[in-house]
């Protein structure tokens, strides 16, 4: 499955974005998702997961309280909702299955959308 996320952007600190992910090829409803980042000059992180049905979500602590992972099924979309931003926040967020529940992805990495936090 072709992963596509979008909705990055630059924002000022404390703002807001929302990151969408759509699949290609197929529906995303039976399998566990979640969101990962690579900021400049580090390695690719965890953000959060979500599971299949919705109903478990899981986040790194760096971003507890401020993201929302939300899945639609009848859409096969996968939304990060980010609040609160921060200038850590920056960089490249990829979209993945999650092979191993609650932060272990696949390693199919699709094309990522770049999100900047500056003031």
């Known amino acids: 499955v072709q992963l596509q996320a979008s909705g990055g952007g630059s924002v000022q600190p404390g703002g807001s974005l929302t990151l969408s992910c759509a699949p290609s090829?197929?529906?995303?409803?039976?399998?566990?998702m979640g969101w990962f980042r690579r900021a400049p000059g580090k390695d690719r992180e965890f953000v959060a997961s979500?599971?299949?049905?919705?109903?478990?979500?899981y986040y790194a602590d760096s971003v507890k309280g401020r993201f929302l992972i939300v899945r639609d099924n009848a859409k096969s979309a996968i939304d990060l909702q980010m609040d609160s931003l921060k200038p850590e926040d920056t960089g490249t967020y990829y979209c993945?299955?999650?092979?191993?529940?609650?932060?272990?992805?696949?390693?199919?990495w699709g094309q990522g959308t770049l999100v900047t936090v500056s003031s």
């Open positions: 979500v599971s299949s049905t919705g109903r478990g979500t």
């Open positions: 993945a299955v999650i092979k191993e529940w609650p932060h272990i992805a696949s390693g199919s």
């Open positions: 090829g197929r529906t995303l409803d039976k399998v566990n």
